[in-house]
């Protein structure tokens, strides 16, 4: 009797990309440990060796350095030149890491990073909760307090986290400022402005321009701080309140710079509904968000995010452009522009 084994065949897809999701944690973990340690900040113009690099931080893992910063050139973070003559390659920061993870660099994002770790990495491991229960997974849940509340009796972190989202924010923004005229309007309102930095740069490019940086009164101390250090704070008139309380200021056009996918639908409502209350015919709202594309099939940064609000709030979340257009349409507003701004972030312009 002869045995004829049957063969296996290769599968036409390779298991290369899955694995690269499934385990990407870890190549998050190494740029996050290394912007913790100031490892581009250091390198950035002073390449250095892999011992003196052990030396200045005094770590004793021998080999497991080296593997920390070879993946990080892998990961084109950092370069390593080798020298003509022979001897040990030293590591410098790549182009794209001292644009964005260097703190020297007016484009830091490392900040933001380095908040998302300390909290949502913890967050996210009960994700699968968040979807059996549709309760957030943050603070909420062990302290009883949300995220804001607790931040706001902390200025000292709630200046930490306002500088970290203006990092993050800064790329969209400037792109935002090329592509949308704010020149055809004469006051220009911001809400949830924390540092000011649209402010900023609206009234830095648009002269004629009068613009309102508009947050809650504990935050309005790192605004002003903000804004006299960017030497536009004559430029800049800064209001406290509260978006949900009181009749806003009056402006011709309002930006919004992802404010509302912190929010469910009720309170999205709400805030698009002062606005078009203060605005007169013609005004309009530049809605600056992660915006999922109609399919939900693109966008993975937003639908990740919309995932990230129900791990925060449970009940918030990131709409498509359509869903946003709809709420918008039912409030009053009546035309309607989508600007695909840069990446994942889209801004839609709705008008009274």
């Not at 931040?151 to 986290?161: E, G, H, I, M, P």
Request: aromatic share 10%; glycine share 8%.
């Amino acid at each position: 009797m002869t045995f004829t084994a049957n063969r296996t065949k290769l599968p036409a897809i390779s298991p290369e990309r899955v694995i690269d999701i499934g385990f990407g944690f870890t190549s998050s973990k190494v740029l996050i440990t290394a912007v913790a340690k100031g490892l581009f900040t250091k390198l950035s113009g002073n390449p250095m060796t892999g011992k003196e690099i052990t030396d200045f931080y005094g770590w004793k893992s021998g080999r497991g350095i080296y593997d920390f910063l070879d993946v990080l050139v892998a990961l084109k973070t950092l370069e390593k030149v080798i020298p003509s003559t022979g001897g040990e390659a030293a590591y410098r920061t790549s182009g794209e890491a001292d644009i964005y993870l260097n703190e020297k660099s007016e484009f830091y994002i490392g900040g933001w990073l380095t908040f998302a770790e300390k909290r949502l990495y913890r967050f996210w491991d009960t994700l699968g909760e968040a979807l059996e229960t549709g309760k957030p997974q943050s603070e909420v849940k062990y302290l009883e307090k949300s995220f804001f509340e607790e931040l706001y009796n902390d200025q000292a972190q709630l200046r930490v986290f306002c500088e970290a989202m203006t990092g993050v924010s800064r790329y969209n923004f400037l792109r935002l400022v090329e592509l949308y005229p704010f020149g055809r309007h004469k006051v220009h309102l911001d809400i949830g402005s924390s540092m000011g930095l649209l402010c900023k740069l609206i009234v830095e490019n648009h002269p004629t321009v009068k613009s309102i940086a508009f947050d809650l009164p504990v935050v309005v101390p790192i605004t002003r701080d903000s804004l006299q250090g960017w030497n536009v704070a004559d430029r800049v008139e800064i209001v406290a309140g509260d978006m949900f309380e009181g009749d806003l200021p009056k402006a011709d056009v309002v930006t919004l710079g992802n404010i509302l996918h912190d929010w469910n639908l009720e309170d999205k409502k709400r805030i698009l509904e002062s606005i078009f209350k203060m605005l007169s015919k013609g005004g309009t709202v530049v809605i600056i968000e992660n915006l999922i594309d109609d399919a939900r099939a693109k966008n993975l940064f937003g639908l990740l995010m919309s995932l990230n609000m129900l791990v925060e709030f449970g009940n918030a979340y990131d709409t498509t452009i359509s869903e946003l257009i709809g709420i918008c349409r039912q409030i009053g507003f009546t035309e309607f522009e989508c600007l695909s701004v840069h990446g994942a972030c889209s801004a839609l312009i709705a008008r009274k």
